[in-house]
């Protein structure tokens, strides 16, 4: 019963969330400055035939209406098609001027989704993998041993790390790792190695916060009173802290995970791949933003809510499972 009351609960409050969050972007992308018809019609387009363009898209409808019409068009599966990308997924606004526009041969934006979506999956997933396999060993230790060597050493290394900033690192990762030595490829994508490098960047990234996150919770767990009661019984300290320590320690860390690790890597993923000049959403965002093409814009930013809504409802489902008083 507590499970489908939380469920019930948790995704109605998520899916107001979602719309609020779209209705903004949608909102925001109306009222700055900049008319994307003359983007997708190009600069010499007679003004009869830019407003005409602009009427037939309901580009000049209240932005009420506008929105009604999309969250419509999305219930239905339809997340609208590119003003910039034609069918082939090429970039042609304004290339031809206004009497070749036609919005029936524009990409559908779902499609151009789909076809990125793998590549930024696989790209965080092993972001994640690097940044879990050096955070926790090096958080555990640090947590175990707190204020001796092991912590201070992960405290200077997260602090090193952290204040590094993603551009920078991907520039002197491109220069040193691929340039120079020719080790991993860095630009565009032909195969799985070429998600290494920015693998690496975006785990450098998400490496401190896990790392800090996963020192203060085990040591604070081992400083609870019901450490000390279990070596007085008897129970091994190995024990205590493998059956014990390290369960408890796992619901801050879940809260990490759910909220800052997943709004970390998809925030930073744009920046990376745009770098990388590798095609996943994050590419196909940034180049959505400068062309100023609505439709990849407002349904890749639903998409990431959504994503950081569902990621959030999981956390918290698991974590009251652990700890049965979380549900009171």
């Known amino acids: ?132 396999l050096v955070s926790f060993p090096v958080g555990i230790a640090a947590g175990l041993y707190s204020g001796r060597w092991p912590d201070r050493l992960s405290l200077y290394s997260s602090s090193i790390l952290v204040s590094l900033p993603n551009v920078w690192l991907g520039i002197v990762l491109i220069l040193f790792l691929s340039a120079k030595t020719g080790w991993l490829p860095a630009i565009g994508y032909k195969g799985p190695a070429y998600a290494i490098l920015p693998a690496i960047v975006l785990a450098i990234e998400l490496a401190p916060v896990m790392i800090r996150s996963i020192a203060v919770s085990v040591a604070n767990n081992l400083q609870d009173g019901y450490v000390t009661v279990g070596e007085v019984r008897g129970i091994p300290r190995w024990r205590m802290i493998t059956h014990h320590v390290f369960r408890n320690s796992a619901i801050p860390l879940l809260n990490l995970f759910g909220i800052q690790i997943v709004g970390m890597l998809l925030g930073s993923l744009f920046v990376v791949e745009y770098i990388f000049n590798y095609p996943g959403v994050g590419l196909l965002m940034i180049n959505a933003v400068f062309q100023r093409d609505f439709p990849i814009i407002q349904a890749i930013a639903m998409l990431c809510s959504t994503v950081l809504v569902c990621v959030n409802i999981a956390v918290d489902f698991t974590a009251t499972n652990i700890d049965r008083r979380l549900q009171y």
Do not use: C, W
């Open 1 to 132: 019963m507590f499970a489908l009351n939380f469920l019930l609960r948790r995704i109605t409050q998520g899916l107001v969330i979602v719309v609020l969050v779209t209705l903004l972007i949608f909102t925001l992308l109306r009222v700055v400055p900049g008319d994307p018809v003359r983007i997708m019609l190009g600069p010499m387009v007679a003004p009869s035939v830019m407003e005409e363009t602009a009427q037939k898209l309901g580009l000049r409808d209240p932005i009420l209406v506008q929105f009604g019409r999309y969250i419509g068009n999305v219930l239905h599966g339809e997340l609208g098609r590119s003003f910039i990308r034609n069918a082939q997924g090429g970039s042609t606004g304004g290339s031809r001027g206004g009497n070749t526009f036609d919005t029936e041969n524009r990409a559908p934006v779902a499609e151009l989704i789909a076809n990125t979506l793998p590549y930024s999956l696989l790209l965080g997933a092993v972001a994640v993998l690097f940044a879990v």
